[in-house]
């Protein structure tokens, strides 16, 4: 197909950079179309603005003294010359000479000077074969659309990536669920209007409703554009703070903040984490792959170029298991609904054995999801359980399920309160509904006990050396062997002090009174332990 003069190249548009008429464009273009736009829309009616630039300067080149640089053309020394493939270069002829290549046939070799510095660049003249002797100076107003598609789908991300980071910093136009408008031009939404929306949801037990629902009971201007109408609104009630936007990108749901769990509105204690310095330098490979399989959320697990698995099984941690979550891990993350600004996110999860819808929360900042307390209970999910976590049929839509459901009693590791309230580990029989990972279920017979000594917070201050030794020598005492293995290590922990697998694996490979005894076990030489 037919290309714009100096469109061809991967450099123009890979180095593209706004410039203050873009901006200027970009907010006439807005004026213009008294409706907000998507930065999709406004990438594209800006490349078509940039291809009409560049065709004008080609023209005017054309229309100077500077010939447009084709390999087929003959020159003379002293030709002034124009390269539209070298994003628009000047340069002089000073020599020319006889090129050489027995394949090629007869051709030149031009010297070009570029501009006024001393630079010197060669090129090829009388070469009949080559691609650059049939781009037109100019296209139809069919091409230039034809190229203003290929760069936003070959381009587009850098350039729209670009836009957005300027339009960010620019005081005087406002981003709403990924479109943007003046700020100056928005309609004016004052606190009756806010105090209607408020009532609305107050109503609807806090919400979550669009914002055409809230436009019924607030009179806006009936002339004003139904899209600005809706954009003031959501701008309106973005700025005050009753109100949450929870909806994925591309779409605008509104929540009474008061209204919120407070789990959704503030960490809960158990899975927040307090940052400790971690060597990871001293990890073997065997325990960074154990990290990568383990996925916490804590860990910095880079994303994968592999496409995400529609589907993802974990074993959960204590700490998400009682206050009811799941971590936003880096296999888990791609599967949840995201959004363009919005912190939290209400979606629905979907019972995965009787297909019930119940809500569900994303917590960006705090990378968990909540909503699932209930639903761990009802299966007798246990800490360390299989849970398998999938698409819906719906967008947005989350399907859990656990792994084998059957009743049973097991032996497994328990969580044990003393009477000072200190925290330990015996093996009991208990009753698990769902499948679980070995070295990770934990058993807990007293809840309450357990929150009195995790509140009064005693071995949660703790430095982080002594409180490993501690679980490890709890663990030690289970198996005949007294070898703990890393995982099981981390599970235990983790009901005492939310720490990220790094933190505890290196503690193994750091102190001397832990013992490497094959694959991922250790034991506990008490000999090189001080401690008490």
């Known amino acids: 197909m037919p290309l714009v003069v100096g469109l061809s190249l991967e450099k123009y548009w890979t180095k593209f950079e706004l410039r203050e008429s873009d901006l200027d464009f970009i907010y006439n273009l807005l004026l213009d179309r008294e409706a907000p736009l998507t930065t999709v829309e406004m990438a594209s009616a800006l490349i078509n603005f940039r291809i009409e630039r560049l065709q004008e300067e080609a023209q005017k080149e054309a229309s100077d003294d500077n010939q447009t640089y084709r390999p087929g053309d003959e020159y003379q020394v002293g030709n002034q010359l124009v390269f539209p493939d070298l994003n628009m270069l000047k340069g002089t002829i000073t020599d020319i000479r006889p090129g050489e290549n027995p394949d090629i046939g007869s051709f030149d070799v031009i010297e070009v000077t570029i501009g006024d510095s001393e630079s010197k660049r060669y090129f090829a003249s009388r070469l009949e074969n080559h691609k650059l002797n049939f781009v037109p100076e100019s296209a139809s107003e069919d091409s230039k659309e034809e190229v203003a598609i290929l760069v936003l789908e070959k381009y587009g991300d850098v350039i729209i990536s670009r836009l957005e980071n300027r339009l960010k910093s620019a005081e005087d136009i406002v981003q709403i669920a990924g479109r943007w408008f003046p700020r100056a031009l928005l309609a004016d939404i004052t606190e009756g209007h806010l105090n209607l929306a408020e009532a609305v949801l107050d109503v609807a037990e806090g919400g979550p409703l669009p914002t055409a629902a809230l436009l019924k009971h607030v ?8 899209l600005l109408a809706e954009f003031s609104m959501n701008y309106g009630m973005q700025e005050d703070q ?51 399989s383990l996925d916490d959320e804590l860990s910095p697990i880079e994303d994968s170029t592999e496409a995400a698995d529609d589907e993802v099984t974990i074993a959960l941690i204590f700490p998400h298991w009682r206050v009811g979550t799941l971590p936003l891990s880096s296999r888990l993350q791609p599967l949840f ?16 054995h009787n297909g019930e819808k119940f809500p569900g929360w994303v917590v960006r900042a705090g990378r ?44 497994i590791r ?3 309160i003393n009477s000072s309230g200190r925290v330990g580990f015996t093996m009991l ?29 005693e071995q949660r201050k703790t430095p982080n050396d002594r409180l490993v030794a501690y ?6 005492k289970l198996n005949p062997q007294t070898a703990v293995h890393a995982q099981a290590l981390y599970s235990a922990v983790n009901v005492i002090k939310r720490l990220p697998p790094a933190a505890i694996f290196a503690e193994l490979v750091t102190r001397s009174y832990y013992k490497h005894v094959g694959d991922l076990y250790w034991r506990f030489d008490d000999g090189q332990w001080s401690g008490a």
């Open 219 to 226: 009179e806006l201007p009936s002339d004003l554009d139904p």
């Open 242 to 292: 009753r109100f949450d936007e929870v909806g994925p990108a591309g779409k605008v749901l509104w929540y009474l903040r008061r209204m919120e769990p407070p789990e959704v509105l503030f960490t809960p204690p158990r899975i927040e984490y307090t940052p400790c310095p971690i060597d990871r330098s001293v990890l073997t490979e065997d325990l960074l792959a154990l990290e990568r």
């Open 337 to 352: 609904p995201t959004a363009y600004e919005s912190p939290r996110i209400l979606f629905n999860l979907i019972d995965g």
């Open 368 to 411: 968990y999801v909540f909503g699932l307390d209930e639903w761990y209970r009802r299966y007798e999910v246990p800490a360390g359980g299989l849970i398998k976590v999938s698409r819906g049929d719906e967008p947005g839509e989350i399907i859990v399920e656990a792994v084998k459901r059957r009743r049973r009693n097991e032996w």
């Open 414 to 416: 328990t969580i044990t």
């Open 429 to 457: 029989k208990q009753p698990v509904g769902a499948s679980y990972d070995e070295l990770m279920v934990i058993g807990l017979l007293d809840s309450v006990a357990l929150d009195e000594a995790w509140l009064k917070g």
């Open 471 to 476: 679980v490890f020598r709890e663990l030690a």
